[in-house]
């Protein structure tokens, strides 16, 4: 199946640093979805992106479509110790295709 | 408003048995898909339902099927379990029209062990 290529595979920052991750793919993708998954729990959908180019917030957390439509951006800002957990990709194309996750730890 | 439930959160099995899972969506979803998330492979596409007709399928063997209901509500099935079964399975719900797939929303999985 497609790939979707996520970095950075893990980080560990510093509480009120801010965080960037991608993901990217050679093919190209109508919608991009970020999810944050929680130890036990199913991911939790931040973000949806439909348009290249597109720039969106949630609170701390902002994203882009990528302006080839084969790359989306997830960027965390002032990160606090709530923000831990698993983030991945979505991107969908005939079906969603999910990033391998990038896992970020926050130490106080 | 109650989001995607799944049953059951927990279970474990045996080779050579099968397995049922559940998965309610949310109210007014007529899309359910199924995921299968490892550590190795991660989130993998099983299929999709929209009105209780298979829209989608993943590259998984036939052993693997699934369901849907009038009421959306949907049922997966595992059949003869092998010890690459373990994992936990995702449910998500869409709020999709017939020509298109709309934001997926999860389930908590059923996290299925195979001894």
């Known amino acids: 199946g497609q790939q979707l290529n996520q970095s950075p595979q893990s980080m560990f920052i510093q509480e009120g640093e801010d965080v960037s991750m991608n993901c990217t793919s050679s093919?190209?993708?109508?919608?991009w979805l970020w999810y944050k998954q929680e130890p036990g729990e199913g991911p939790v959908l931040l973000i949806a992106?439909?348009?290249?180019?597109e720039l969106t917030s949630n609170g701390r957390l902002t994203a882009q479509f990528g302006i080839t439509r084969k790359d989306s951006f997830l960027n965390i800002s002032a990160s606090i110790p709530s923000d831990v957990g698993i983030y991945f990709c979505?991107?969908?194309?005939?079906?969603?295709?999910f990033g391998t996750g990038t896992s970020l730890t926050v130490i106080p | 408003k109650a989001g995607v439930t799944q049953t059951p959160r927990y279970l474990i099995k045996t080779r050579g048995q099968q397995v049922t899972l559940s998965c309610s969506p949310i109210?007014?979803?007529?899309?359910v898909s199924w995921y299968q998330q490892t550590p190795g492979q991660g989130l993998q596409f099983l299929f999709e339902?929209?009105?209780?007709?298979?829209?989608n399928k993943g590259n998984f063997p036939g052993r693997f099927s699934g369901r849907q209901f009038s009421n959306s509500r949907s049922e997966m099935n595992v059949s003869t379990l092998e010890l690459g079964d373990s994992a936990l399975y995702l449910c998500?719900?869409?709020?999709?029209?017939?020509?298109?797939?709309?934001?997926?929303?999860f389930g908590e999985g059923s996290r299925l062990t195979v001894l």
């Open positions: 998500a719900s869409s709020l999709a029209t017939s020509g298109d797939t709309g934001e997926l929303f």
């Open positions: 093919s190209i993708f109508n919608t």
């Open positions: 992106l439909y348009k290249a180019g």
């Open positions: 979505a991107g969908l194309m005939d079906q969603f295709y």
């Open positions: 109210s007014g979803h007529r899309s």
């Open positions: 339902y929209f009105s209780e007709t298979q829209r």
